[in-house]
């Protein structure tokens, strides 16, 4: 076990699998000469060769639209985006192709590509640069997505995403980059579809991931001062979703409250509120409460951009209502 940034974890798990498996390659803008945006793959062409590791146009529908026909080829390929903001404009490529081609062969064919998308609200960005757009893709039969919060899941996750033989979108939050955490030694794989309990608690479940999951947990630890003691789910995946593990606690706490950093609005936290009203809806004492951005883009204004954030403060006075 050992202390390493987020940005490095991703790192180690590219190298060990492009180490592992000759197929595995990586493409995107300024990955190559620069090391990506956030230098999260420096070093990777001097090891592995500008074959493996191509710098592309500035053309999303070419980089994700070459990613699928690799894919299909029978290489696995991890397209990074730049921005999440810029999946916009491979759309068509995403969910026409991407989602829907080994249905549409009958399973004669796999797409293992990856798109690594950095995403969320940093450093006044503004509102084409700062965007959470996860809860698109849950909408889109044939995609999984996975969203780490910590440098062992953003090991874990990636290298099971470049192994699933699905096409794998994986959020990392750009805040998350210099964090640091214990990450295991070895051969460390994250199961996708698979939530973790970040904290136990009796009170009240909380459901967050990404950035948010940290926010969340120290909101528990204020919570708790006051006599209240919040679960804390980190989910991991959101597509697919681990109902169970969130039912097994909502059974337990009987109230509920879903945290994320992307517009409320059509987010992840309707699509679980919904879930749990389907299905466990006798088991609460209280009614779901979801905490999400205004429906309003990021600003660019460090004044307004703290105030579409979402604060400890703001997820501690949601709980003690609740509770």
Avoid at 116 to 130: K, N
Avoid at 190 to 216: C, E, F, N, V, W
């Amino acid at each position: 076990m050992r202390s390493i940034t987020f940005s490095e974890a991703t790192l180690e798990a590219m190298s060990e699998e492009m180490e592992r498996d000759d197929r595995v390659f990586i493409m995107g803008e300024d990955i190559a000469r620069q090391g990506g945006i956030f230098g999260q793959f420096k070093g990777l062409p001097q090891r592995f060769g500008f074959d493996r590791v191509k710098d592309t146009p500035i053309s999303e529908t070419a980089i994700v639209g070459a990613g699928v026909g690799a894919a299909l080829a029978g290489m696995r390929p991890v397209v990074d985006m730049h921005f999440a903001d810029f999946l916009g404009v491979a759309m068509d490529e995403v969910f026409n192709q991407m989602a829907k081609i080994r249905y549409m062969f009958g399973g004669q064919t796999t797409v293992p590509v990856v798109l690594r998308a950095p995403d969320g609200i940093i450093r006044s960005a503004a509102a084409q640069h700062s965007q959470c757009i996860e809860s698109w893709f849950l909408h889109i039969p044939g995609l999984k997505v996975v969203i780490p919060s910590n440098p062992a899941d953003a090991k874990g996750l990636l290298k099971s995403a470049i192994r699933d033989d699905n096409p794998v979108l994986y959020f990392e939050h750009k805040v998350l980059f210099p964090m640091k955490g214990e990450v295991p030694d070895g051969d460390h794989l994250t199961p996708i579809g698979k939530a973790s309990i970040a904290r136990a608690g009796k009170d009240i479940t909380i459901i967050s991931y990404s950035l948010m999951l940290h926010r969340a947990l120290e909101a528990a630890k204020a919570l708790a001062e006051s006599g209240i003691e919040a679960e804390v789910i980190d989910l991991r995946t959101i597509s697919p979703i681990d109902k169970e593990t969130i039912f097994e606690s909502i059974a337990k706490t009987k109230r509920v409250m879903i945290v994320h950093e992307a517009v409320k609005t059509g987010g992840v936290g309707a699509e679980i509120a919904a879930l749990i009203a389907e299905e466990m809806l006798d088991c609460l004492d209280a009614p779901v409460k979801r905490l999400g951005a205004p429906y309003v883009p990021i600003p660019f204004s460090p004044v307004l951009e703290k105030m579409v954030r979402i604060g400890i403060e703001d997820i501690v006075k949601a709980a003690r209502e609740i509770c």
